[in-house]
């Protein structure tokens, strides 16, 4: 069974420039949540899709976004980078809606100069 | 105060020695409680998952939780240096739907 899936690897942008992220679900699973990691902050909550509707966000400004399509691949995007937002994004998929038992994708590294 | 709290290490222990990570949390509604290990370059991977207060055994690891003073704990035996990885402490609540992580604890088993 394929696990999840995240494209691309590495990314590297500039300030004030845009991304969009990719992430493909392990089959069958439709809840996707996605997660930043820094090494100050660890890994902090971004939000969850299930059924291509957010069930739920962490704490971040509205420049960071997503979707989820009837497939339940997921998209993140983040508008206006910031040198700050350089870190990993980690996408993680479960069966069921909710984040207890989550199987995580190896995240794409986002350096922004 | 971060929900969930954890030393960063990094741990540096001998091949074969036990190992104890710990991680506190500060709230009660806390039920479901994960341990992650994370290699470098690659996303976390779920090792042990439980559910309110006690133990549970999976081979060399062992997790523990202690609801009354809200202490997660994962126990390794015979530390292998292929165990070398951050771990990462997770706790969730019933019906909540985010989860919270610890910062992770960089582990290095020397042979």
């Known amino acids: 069974k394929a696990g999840v899936t995240q494209t691309p690897r590495y990314l590297i942008k500039t300030r004030g420039q845009q991304v969009t992220l990719s992430c493909s679900p392990i089959s069958g699973h439709r809840s996707v949540s996605w997660y930043q990691q820094t090494p100050g902050q660890g890994l902090q909550f971004l939000f969850e899709?299930?059924?291509?509707?957010?069930?739920n966000k962490g704490n971040f400004p509205g420049r960071f976004s997503g979707r989820q399509f009837s497939n339940s691949r997921s998209e993140m995007n983040v508008s206006t980078l910031e040198l700050g937002d350089s870190a990993l994004y980690l996408c993680a998929s479960s069966k069921l809606a909710g984040v207890n038992e989550q199987f995580f994708g190896p995240g794409t590294r986002l350096t922004v100069l | 105060q971060k929900e969930v709290e954890q030393d960063p290490g990094p741990l540096s222990v001998p091949e074969g020695a036990i190992v104890s990570l710990n991680c506190t949390y500060s709230n009660s509604a806390f039920q479901y409680f994960m341990w992650y290990r994370q290699y470098s370059r690659k996303g976390p991977e779920l090792l042990m998952y439980?559910?309110?207060?006690g133990n549970k055994e999976d081979g060399r690891f062992t997790a523990q939780v202690d609801k009354s003073s809200k202490y997660i704990s994962l126990f390794i035996r015979d530390s292998q240096p292929s165990d070398s990885a951050t771990y990462l402490c997770?706790?969730?609540?019933?019906?909540?739907?985010?989860?919270?992580f610890g910062t992770g604890t960089r582990l290095t088993v020397i042979p």
């Open positions: 997770a706790a969730l609540g019933t019906g909540a739907n985010n989860l919270f």
């Open positions: 439980t559910y309110s207060s």
């Open positions: 899709y299930f059924s291509e509707t957010q069930r």
